[in-house]
């Protein structure tokens, strides 16, 4: 288990579909992280797990996307009726308690809504 | 409300070249937490540095040093005798929770280094 894994690395949907990601964290992490960047842009905070439970969700965080996290390890992050404006690269990191050189990163699954 | 600033969209050097990538950032919490990333073009965000509010010692750590500045809300970071594997998008970030459990990023500096 070398790091953060996503995915797919690339989704291309058409608008109106739904879409479906996943992370799979470094194994002994117990939080995990959602977020998006918009090209050009920072990362923006989406949602954050700690094991199994949500326990922050942003504003950005609209009623058509939800995240899961079932048992603890892998989550997955659904797009339901995508919008162009959902196009950005979704990034996942994981850390463990009383980590304190911040989370570990995948490399992101670029969602395209054409 | 927080927010980062880093003012340099893109900065060109060539190799061997010393560079200061800029952050500023507003919070009204007295304990957070300061971070630098690095993205490179393969996506990841890779973690350079966590400093925390009441640590304004600089650090340095092999070609890279930080000046921590609180009296001017300024994180900037220094890359001396750059080079081309230094090529990268650099963010700096800002949490007031432990361990930065939600980010605020700035939105980046575009760095090219030329051979």
């Known amino acids: 288990d070398t790091g953060v894994s996503q995915n797919p690395r690339h989704k291309i949907t058409k608008r109106g579909q739904n879409v479906t990601f996943r992370c799979d964290p470094i194994s002994e992490h117990n939080r995990l992280y959602w977020y998006r960047q918009t090209l050009g842009q920072g990362p923006e905070f989406l949602t954050y797990?700690?094991?199994?439970?949500?326990?922050?969700k942003s504003r950005l965080l609209s009623d058509r996307f939800s995240a899961e996290r079932p048992k603890g390890s892998f989550s997955t992050l659904e797009i339901q009726r995508t919008e162009q404006g959902d196009s950005a690269m979704y990034l996942c990191a994981s850390s463990s308690v009383g980590q304190r050189y911040g989370y570990t990163f995948g490399s992101g699954t670029r969602l395209t809504v054409v | 409300a927080q927010k980062v600033t880093q003012a340099q969209t893109e900065i060109s050097v060539v190799e061997k070249e010393d560079v200061t990538l800029d952050c500023v950032y507003e919070t009204r919490d007295t304990t957070y937490y300061l971070f630098w990333y690095k993205q490179p073009p393969s996506g990841e965000l890779v973690f350079l540095i966590r400093?925390?509010?009441?640590?304004?010692q600089n650090e340095i750590s092999g070609r890279y040093s930080w000046n921590f500045q609180k009296s001017t809300s300024s994180f900037n970071f220094t890359i001396t005798a750059s080079q081309v594997v230094d090529s990268a998008v650099y963010f700096c970030?800002?949490?007031?929770?432990?361990?930065?459990?939600?980010?605020?990023f700035g939105p980046g500096t575009r760095l090219s280094v030329l051979p």
């Open positions: 400093r925390n509010s009441f640590d304004e």
């Open positions: 797990f700690q094991n199994e439970a949500q326990l922050e």
């Open positions: 970030a800002l949490s007031e929770k432990d361990y930065g459990q939600n980010f605020v």
